[in-house]
């Protein structure tokens, strides 16, 4: 199938299919690792298309066709990591210029915009995103790029990508958007407008907790030149088995985003009718901020929850975090087993505690990355941990 037969297909089909067509010189049907550095040249310049293993390889080309394809997108550039994604994207901007990034995101992107960029001149601002005027007061006339996360991480507030991508192009401004909490199964931000969309493809997309990558996808022939030029140039790229692994884990994506939005739906609803858990944080809550919204631009409210205790002291949190025996207490998401992380003290130690707490990011706040086993054993090994608080 080509990518014009691709189009019409359904998400599933896309997940098994795009990017990938039996290897054409064995007619093998899953994409080979292609464990290789170089490659030879019949005379100089006479190639099959690959040169040399940092610009491009042809298990990375498979992921790069089948992550596009997902998210409705041209181009597909595949990175080592989440961050090296963010990283390649950041470096497109020049001195003097202002990155505008939502106050709830992960801590990571957060300590790269501000220690890594900041020193060479890209300032950044963190704000709630979830009015259109709070985006727009702080916009500087120097904002070249709007930084988006939807759902967030770790509130998983939900963000109005049709209202901000509107706001930032009617002033020039280029809008990328984290889709790694929902993933291209349950929301595509190019249908939104967003001129780029950046995964850390370690959660949802390889699914299984064994590998590390970041993609940029883009319909943008200008985003994808200069980005592509990154790769060659500052070279931080996958190697084969890793885009192996990651395109393994695509495969099943749109099955396991079902199972993980279920999952998660069940254990909120457990969670918020439980007099020991104060708030909760799930999209899929009627009673949940974002819900209206984030019913009408995702297929589906993920696999993310989070919540406090009613006893919302740290001692309270941590034996609870402390206690399970299903969810593993550990940081990243996405994969098929059930983890527990407390964002105060790992995943967003980076975020000075003043800005976490001021963007509403509890200390005591414990988050649920919700697997894909058996729903029972998930609630029961909750009830078990809960009774520890
Ligand atoms: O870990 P890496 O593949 O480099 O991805 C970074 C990243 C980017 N964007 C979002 C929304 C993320 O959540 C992450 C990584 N997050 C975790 C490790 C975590 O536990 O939240």
Not at 35 to 52: I, L, M, R, V
């Amino acid at each position: 199938m080509n990518a014009d037969d691709m189009k019409h297909m359904g998400p599933g089909t896309r997940a098994v299919h795009a990017g990938q067509a039996p290897d054409p010189s064995t007619g093998a049907v899953m994409t080979p690792i292609y464990q290789t550095s170089t490659y030879a040249q019949a005379s100089p310049g006479d190639h099959k298309g690959f040169e040399y293993g940092r610009v491009s390889n042809p298990t990375r080309t498979a992921l790069e066709g089948n992550l596009a394809g997902l998210e409705g997108a041209t181009h597909g550039i595949c990175f080592a990591s989440g961050v090296a994604a963010t990283d390649a994207i950041a470096r497109c901007l020049r001195p003097g210029d202002h990155i505008l990034a939502s106050n709830d995101l992960y801590g990571g992107t957060y300590r790269l915009f501000r220690q890594v960029f900041g020193p060479f001149g890209i300032t950044s601002d963190f704000v709630d995103m979830s009015t259109v005027a709070g985006v727009e007061a702080a916009l500087k006339p120097e904002t070249k790029l709007l930084w988006i996360e939807t759902p967030t991480n770790p509130l998983v507030r939900v963000v109005d990508m049709k209202a901000l991508v509107d706001l930032a192009h009617s002033r020039g401004i280029a809008v990328a958007v984290d889709n790694t909490f929902a993933t291209p199964i349950l929301q595509r931000p190019i249908e939104f407008g967003a001129d780029l969309v950046v995964h850390s493809t370690t959660k949802y997309l390889g699914g299984h907790s064994d590998v590390i990558g970041g993609a940029v996808l883009t319909n943008s022939d200008e985003w994808a030149d200069k980005l592509r030029f990154l790769v060659k140039s500052a070279g931080a790229v996958p190697g084969p088995m890793d885009c192996f692994l990651t395109l393994r884990g695509t495969k099943t994506l749109d099955v396991r985003m079902e199972r993980h939005c279920s999952n998660a739906q069940a254990i909120a609803e457990y969670l918020e009718a439980d007099a020991r858990v104060g708030q909760v944080y799930y999209p899929g809550l009627a009673s949940f901020e974002g819900h209206e919204l984030a019913a009408r631009q995702m297929d589906g409210f993920g696999g993310m929850v989070s919540f406090l205790l009613a006893d919302d002291s740290i001692d309270a949190a941590y034996r609870v975090l402390s206690s399970t025996k299903v969810f593993t207490l550990a940081e990243s998401l996405g994969g098929v087993e059930s983890l527990m992380n407390h964002p105060a003290t790992m995943t967003h130690a980076s975020i000075p505690a003043e800005e976490r707490r001021a963007a509403g990011l509890h200390d005591a706040l414990i988050r649920l990355s919700v697997g894909i086993e058996t729903q029972e054993d998930l609630i029961r090994d909750l009830e078990a941990a809960l009774s520890k608080a």
